[in-house]
Structures are given as C-alpha cells and as structure tokens.
C-alpha cells in the first residue's frame, strides 16, 4: 500500500493544514493563540480542587503549587519552552482521553449517535434509506469543500483512520489539496465492499444508482463463510496492532485494508437484532457504541475510520465518530442535513434502477492460522464489552432558557446537582470542547465551576432555603460556567494547557515535576463524569463512554425548538427538549446509569420548576 498521497500523521490528533489561514480574530496569529499564563492556569489548577477534597488535603498541593509556579521552578522553564515551539500547536498524543489510550475503541473512546428510528417493510426500505443517506452525507460534505477557505478538518474526517501502533494510535489522513477518493466501504455479514459513490469533482452519485448497487452487493454477501475481521479492531490497541502487524505483511491485506483506511466513510448495513432492550433508544444505543457483541453486528464493523453510518434491517440507526479527529456538533449538523436530503428525496424503493455504476469490489484477505485464535479471543471481548455496558436513555422537556442563562450551562450545572445527590459528593468532572475555530482539529476539557455548584446543590436539597438563595446560586454557578466556556473556546483552558507543561517535561527527557505525580493532582484528572453536548434539529441520542471504569458517560442533545416559536413562550424559552443518554460500566458497583439519569431528572425538574414559578433571574 502506498503512502502518496496519504500521510501518517504521528499523533492522535492530525495537525491543520500549514497552507491555511489562521481564522480571523484569532489572536496571537499564527495559527495558534496566546499561551496561557502560568499562573492564571495554576489558580484555575487549586480552584477545581476546592469541591472535590477536604481544606487540609489541598495544603500539599498548594504548596508543590506555588514550588512549581515560583521563579526558578520547574513552570517558568516549561513555560518558556513551550512559548518557544514552532507556531503549530502542541498535539498532544493522549489528549484528552489520557489513560484510555490503549483501551479499545467501543465505548472507551468512540462516540455515537442514535438516529430516530426508521420504519420500512423489509430490507429494500433498509437500502434506499442508506442510499439517499450516503448522497446526504455526500452533499454536506461537498458543500463544505466550496467554501473559501474550506473546513480544514475535512482532510481528517473524510478519509480519515486510526492505525494502531506498538505504543500509540497513527492517524491516516488526506493532506491538504489532495484529490479524495470517490469510494465508501460498506459492510455486510463482516464482509467489506468498496463502493463507488462519487463522480467527477466529489459529486455524489444518484440515490437510484447507489441503491441499485446496494441491492446487488446484499445479494453477494450472504451469512456465513467471512471470518468477522472487523472485530479485531474493537480489541485492546496493543492486541489489535499485534494482529494488524501480522495481517499487513501480506501484499492482499495491505491493499484491502488500504481501501477501507483510504474510503471516504463507512457504512454498515446491519442484520435485525432481538435486543433485550427492545426498540427503545437503549437497545439502539448499544447497537451504535458496540455492535451488540460477536453474534449480533460488532462484526460488521471497522472501529478504526473516523465515521462510520449505521443502518439497521429493523429501523435502528446511527452514526459512530472518532472525537479526536471530529466533534459531536459538526456531526450533529452533518446528520441533520443528510436526515433532510432523505426526507426531501423520493421516499420509492423501487426508484433503485440499474443505473451506470460500477460493480461493488469485494474486498479480500489472506488469513494465517494465527488469526482465527485472535478472532476468537475479540469475539469473548466484544460479547463481554456489549454486557457490561448500561445505558439508561429518557427525554426531558428542558428547563427553558431566559435571564442570561444558556441551556447548555444550566444543563452542566443540573449534572453536578444530579452527581451531588446520587453519590453524595461532586467528583472530577470535564466536557470535551472542540477548539475549531482557533485550533482547528484540536479539543480541550470544560471543567464546571465546583463551589457553585456545590453551594447549589446543597441549597435545593435544603428545604428552607428561600427561592431567591436559590436563583441567585443558580445564576452564579451558570455564569462561571459561562465564563470557564469562553476562556476554553478562546484556546486559555487550563487543561490542555496543563498536558502541553508535562508531555514538555517528557519530551525533554526531565523528571516529572512533582505536582504531575501529587494524589491529589491525580484525583483531580480521575473525570468520572465526562459529558457532551449537541443541538440537533432531528431530535437524536448522543452517546459516550465513561474516561474511567468507576465513572459515566453523559450524552445530552438539545432538540432545536420548533419554527416559528410559540408565540405564548417568555423570550428566549427554547421548548426543543432534551434526548439524554446516560452510559456506566455494570460491572462498578459504585455507578448505575438509571439512578444517575433519575438524579438529573429530578435537577432538571427543579432548576426548571424554580425558573418558571420565579421567572429566570436577571441580571444583578
């Protein structure tokens, strides 16, 4: 498999293009904003410690705090070092998943969306459904590269892929000015199709003809007599590049594997399942994060590409994404858009005509006797990962908007009040938060404001607290909130900035500065609460996984409100709703996925039942 023109990015995160103009208003130019202060980083440091451990447990840390800050510290010197690297920022290899590096992809790390469910007669509905949603994808795609300058993470999504390496993840992605490829894979019964599904300057090919070439690509792939090689890639990383070590040894895997890393997107058109869950969001989410296991469709997949679209015989459907390399809102918006092409396109299976079209390529391996034990022992861990993952999925009216307070800051305040009520304490909590428009391809962690928080749960547990205390700790807690988001959107969140002073340490062969290895320090990056936000006109299910074994994962779509707005709504109400999915480990007794998605129900029904009986609070 040859690498011209496709380049293998060394880090999890592939930089921006170099030829690109740094988005306006951004300051510092170059590309990259001002550097953090050191210590405006470190104050934020000890500040997220004050909710989460006891006064007298914070003196060690202050203390190896203001050592590291001090002149002459170990800070200063990274500091300088860091001012000093070229223009491109920093990509930090484990940013922001840390110690999920090495863990599998399901769950660990991809995210997911669940589409509203689709209702069709039989597996010809399944296929135009999938066609017109590979030209919706297609034409969102297309209308993005016209534009002047064009979204430089397009070169990452599209075309892009994870290549597991003997100690971190490579990611494949097309360089900037290099012509896209035309194909999508596809799967089906864990077997792989290179699709044609483009033309002449990347536009899509008719729904009609892709349809028709749907069909005759079911028709040759029936059950039984592919190994399920897709499994392999939702292993453990060090075991999934051991195998893929052995696989790209022969010249037959390089060139499939080659084309499913090279194709625009995935898509997998998955057999129907009789989950326990039924037909609900849950049973649907599990299907997005994880396939179901080996005997239902995580076979069907290739976890390594950046997207890849699921479409199910019985209606369940949804979209799988590499966070690093994509956001939840880009692909929020993506699905939308694709979702309005199919519901504007013909809704006529038997549109599905023989179109000029090239015949789906089946794509082949060369399998050793190594290889089926290693099928095996993916299969054990896929059916064990698809078990001990609990979702709890419901739908909430919203608690409004109004006042100055965004529903999305309310929202992140409400899920300190639920951790708070169903466990007792808060606990490290973060919100992965794109930086596109001043770091493009680059993420950083939104820590919530803890104190005010903490005041406030305490004060709507509290039944003789007044209702004024309350709004008023309310409006506190949202505008910290507020003002942590637009430090992080700015590029000065401590977070990333935190990482960029250690991987520095590292990268120049020093000692790890003390603070980076204090309990404390650990206790405060050990995110058991790790949540994420979209809007969505479609009403979809966002999913996560938690960071670590013994937290939650808190996907929460805000469904945009109905146009025009009810005339009767207080001005900025946003009737949409909330789609919130909860996701635990089953196997940590200390979490449940119901009693927390219970808790945040009842704080959205309180901060909600407090704005409307005393009306938002206004500005002081």
């Not at 202060?37 to 451990?53: K, M, N, P, S, Y």
């Not at 390496?165 to 360089?175: F, I, T």
């Not at 003002?483 to 790890?512: C, K, M, N, S």
Request: net charge positive.
């Amino acid at each position: 498999m040859g690498r011209s023109p496709w380049v293998w990015g060394r880090r999890r995160v592939p930089p921006s293009p170099p030829a690109a103009a740094p988005p306006s208003g951004v300051p510092g130019g170059g590309g990259r904003p001002p550097l953090p202060a050191l210590g405006a980083t470190l104050g934020r440091l000890l500040g997220a410690l004050e909710a989460l451990v006891a006064p007298g447990e914070r003196d060690r840390t202050r203390r190896l705090v203001r050592e590291f800050g001090a002149p002459g510290g170990a800070g200063p010197r990274l500091q300088e070092r860091l001012r000093r690297q070229p223009p491109a920022p920093p990509r930090l290899p484990e940013w922001p998943w840390g110690s999920s590096e090495r863990l599998p992809l399901p769950v660990h790390t991809s995210a997911g969306l669940v589409l509203p469910r689709q209702d069709w007669e039989d597996w010809r509905g399944q296929l135009w459904f999938a066609a017109r949603l590979i030209v919706g994808v297609l034409d969102y795609r297309l209308q993005l590269e016209r534009r002047d300058p064009p979204e430089p993470w397009l070169q990452a999504a599209f075309g892009g892929c994870r290549v597991p390496g003997p100690q971190r993840d490579e990611v494949l992605r097309l360089p900037p000015g290099a012509q896209p490829p035309p194909f999508i894979t596809v799967i089906r019964n864990c077997q792989f199709f290179q699709v044609e599904a483009c033309g002449e300057e990347g536009t899509p090919l008719p729904a009609a003809a892709l349809g028709a070439a749907l069909g005759g690509l079911r028709a040759r792939a029936g059950r039984g007599g592919a190994p399920p090689l897709g499994l392999l890639t939702g292993q453990h990383r060090h075991a999934w590049g051991r195998v893929y070590r052995l696989l790209m040894r022969d010249r037959l895997n390089r060139a499939s594997i080659g084309r499913i890393q090279r194709s625009l997107f995935a898509l997998s058109l998955d057999a129907p399942v009789l989950a326990a869950g039924g037909r609900g969001p849950g049973a649907g989410a599990g299907q997005v994060l994880h396939g179901g296991g080996a005997c239902a469709n995580s076979g069907n997949r290739w976890f390594d590409k950046t997207l890849q679209f699921i479409v199910g015989e019985d209606g369940t459907c949804g979209v799988i994404y590499d966070p690093a390399v994509i956001d939840g809102t880009v692909v929020a918006e993506m699905v939308d858009h694709a979702l309005d092409y199919c519901r504007l396109s013909a809704h006529d299976p038997a549109l599905m005509t023989s179109l000029p079209l090239p015949t789906p390529q089946r794509l082949r391996f060369s399998l050793g006797p190594e290889t089926a034990p290693e099928v095996e022992r993916a299969k054990r861990h896929l059916d064990s990962l698809a078990a001990d993952v609990d979702v709890h999925c419901f739908s909430h009216e919203g608690v409004g908007a109004g006042g100055g307070l965004r529903p999305e800051a309310i929202v992140q305040v409400a899920l300190q009040v639920a951790f708070y009520r169903a466990h007792g304490s808060l606990c490290a909590s973060c919100e992965p938060t794109s930086l596109r428009h001043v770091l493009p391809g680059c993420t950083d962690l939104l820590r919530p404001p803890g104190p005010p928080c903490l005041a406030l749960a305490r004060a709507l547990d509290d039944p003789q607290a007044e209702p004024e205390l309350q709004l008023s700790l309310l409006r506190e807690a949202v505008e910290a909130q507020n003002r942590r988001t637009q430090e992080v959107l700015a590029g000065q969140g401590a977070e990333r900035h935190l990482q960029g002073l250690r991987q520095t340490a590292i990268a120049a062969g020093e000692p790890l500065p003390e603070i980076f290895m204090d309990p404390v320090y650990a206790l405060a990056t050990h995110f058991r609460l790790c949540t994420v936000q979209v809007r969505s006109r479609q009403g979809c299910w966002l999913l996560r996984g938690p960071l670590v074994p013994d937290g939650y994962g808190v996907g929460v779509g805000h469904v945009a409100p109905p146009d025009p707005p009810n005339s009767r709504d207080p001005p900025g109400f946003s009737p949409g709703g909330l789609r919130v999915a909860v996701t635990s480990f089953a196997c940590c007794r200390q979490t449940d996925a119901a009693r927390l998605g219970d808790a945040l129900r009842g704080a959205l029904d309180s901060l909600g039942g407090l704005l409307r009986r005393h009306g938002p609070p206004g500005p002081p």
